[in-house]
């Protein structure tokens, strides 16, 4: 039984061993997978869809196996109680460790943004120019570039497409810590729901001005956007330690 239980959806590639095998995941992890489901009669690998094995994909193979044990041992004592889809039981504990290694790379990003702009007020007591160099010729900056690279993939299901020359824009006036903030979050508010959501654009748009209100960072060809800020602030202009 536990080896028709294994191969039953061989022949399925969006589901099950066929899936894994045409995957990027390490020949011990889908061997883990087949030992750790073939250990109660109702694990089925049929719960392993596409969608699970992206987010798989894209954490470190320590993740993948401590995310596959979770699972399983979750599972096992809580079966009874999974009303709802078994597959989207174990698509949400692959989410969990997706984020979570998402979240360690977003406070690496920070700390070398934090760094990039203390070197950056250090070279200005220098050079009294006053531009941001990571900034020039109005082009997002190679931690912002990652940041998109790190969010916007197959796992997540958002397109690159979404940043286009308006966000693209709007994120060069942001400082690089405030444009890893927006981006995380339009990630953490849009994943999987991106069918509820009729224009993405917008969405992030709108996420990215709030964080350009928080910072006081107004004016030019923007200041549109601030109508709606509390009464006082349009002249406010000094206000901008924040």
Not at 94 to 99: A, R
Not at 116 to 136: I, P, V, Y
Not at 161 to 175: A, N, Y
Not at 194 to 205: F, G
Request: include cysteine; charge should be positive; glycine fraction near 6%.
């Amino acid at each position: 039984a536990m080896l028709t239980n294994m191969n039953n959806n061989n022949g399925n590639s969006n589901c099950g061993l066929a899936a894994l095998r045409q995957s990027t995941l390490g020949q011990d992890v889908i061997q883990l997978i087949q030992e750790l489901f073939g250990t109660d009669h109702d694990l089925d690998l049929s719960y392993i869809e596409l969608p699970s094995i992206r987010l798989l994909e894209e954490i470190s193979d320590l993740e993948q196996k401590a995310a596959i044990r979770e699972f399983v041992e979750r599972f096992k004592k809580a079966k009874h109680k999974i009303k709802k889809s078994r597959p989207g039981y174990f698509r949400g504990v692959c989410q969990k460790y997706w984020k979570q290694n998402r979240e360690r790379k977003k406070c690496d990003l920070l700390r070398r943004a934090n760094i990039e702009t203390q070197n950056d007020t250090n070279q200005k007591l220098f050079n009294n120019n006053g531009r941001n160099h990571r900034h020039s010729g109005g082009r997002i900056s190679k931690l912002i570039a990652e940041a998109i690279e790190l969010l916007f993939t197959p796992a997540s299901g958002l397109e690159t497409s979404i940043i286009d020359e308006s966000i693209e824009r709007r994120l060069t006036q942001l400082s690089d810590q405030q444009g890893i903030q927006a981006l995380y979050e339009f990630c953490s508010a849009v994943m999987y729901r991106q069918e509820r959501i009729r224009n993405m654009n917008a969405y992030l748009m709108n996420i990215i001005t709030r964080q350009m209100e928080k910072a006081g960072n107004r004016g030019g060809r923007y200041s549109s956007f601030n109508k709606n800020n509390r009464n006082g602030n349009n002249n406010n202009n000094n206000n901008n330690s924040n």
